[in-house]
Antibody
Framework: VQLLESGGGLVQPGGSLRLSCVAS??????MAWVRQAPGKGLEWVAG????????YYADSVEGRFTISTDKLNNTVSLQMDSLRAEDTAIYYC????????????????WGRGTLVTVSS | DFQMTQSPSFVSASIGDTVTITCRAR??????LAWYQQKPGKAPKLLIY???NLQGGVSSRFSGSGSGTHFSLTIRSLQPEDFATYYC?????????FGQGTKVEIK
């Protein structure tokens, strides 16, 4: 059971990048992207519901990033547009455990991460 | 959103010590809190969920307590592999939010 991210790299400010995360040995359900800037803590970026119909975003990326799931290919993606220097970070894909009645939403599986560098 | 305040930011401890890290939520989150361990260059790893439940495979030296707005993670008998950074996460609603992290270093 694992998550494997891809798509990171060097991009100029204002540019776009699409990250992908493929899940193996389980079906993607509720998922999220969490990032970590160099030497900093964890920052939740975006999340998607189990059905894929509801998405959530941090204020810092609202309107610029789009999260989506592809159940056919068992992947979750993060389309990142209008990138800024402050978006430079390792981006982790993470699997939610969702217990709606208990109002409990936490991450039980993380990918290894992919590095995004925004610089000219 | 549910801001999380974690303290201390840094702890220096010796092998065999007991360390306690605290996390405070701005609003009542019942027992919807998780704790993660992160080692340098690695992804975070789930330790505790629902404030007190130990994730499978995690050492019983780790324990969590609290509810409402005050939570703590206790590591007993510190081992070399426990030196890492620890994060709390409010698991009550979206957006998910993390504490600032606590780095546990060897004294």
């Amino acid at each position: 059971v694992q998550l494997l991210e891809s798509g990171g790299g060097l991009v100029q400010p204002g540019g776009s990048l699409r990250l992908s995360c493929v899940a193996s040995q389980f079906n993607v359900y509720a998922m999220a992207w969490v990032r970590q800037a160099p030497g900093k803590g964890l920052e939740w970026v975006a999340g998607v519901s189990g059905s894929g119909s509801t998405t959530y975003y941090a204020d810092s990326v609202e309107g610029r990033f789009t999260i989506s799931t592809d159940k056919l290919n068992n992947t979750v993606s993060l389309q990142m547009d209008s990138l800024r220097a402050e978006d430079t970070a390792i981006y982790y894909c993470a699997k939610y455990v969702v217990l709606i009645l208990a109002k409990l939403y936490y991450f039980d599986l993380w990918g290894r991460g992919t590095l995004v560098t925004v610089s000219s | 959103d549910f801001q999380m305040t974690q303290s201390p930011s840094f702890v220096s401890a010796s092998i065999g010590d007991t360390v306690t890290i605290t996390c405070r939520a701005r609003q009542d989150i019942s027992k919807s809190l998780a704790w993660y361990q992160q080692k340098p260059g690695k992804a975070p790893k789930l330790l505790i969920y629902a404030a007190t439940n130990l994730q499978g495979g995690v050492s019983s030296r780790f324990s969590g307590s609290g509810s409402g707005t005050h939570f703590s993670l206790t590591i007993r008998s510190l081992q070399p592999e426990d030196f890492a950074t620890y994060y709390c996460q409010q698991a009550y609603s979206f957006p998910s939010t993390f504490g600032q992290g606590t780095k546990v270093e060897i004294k």
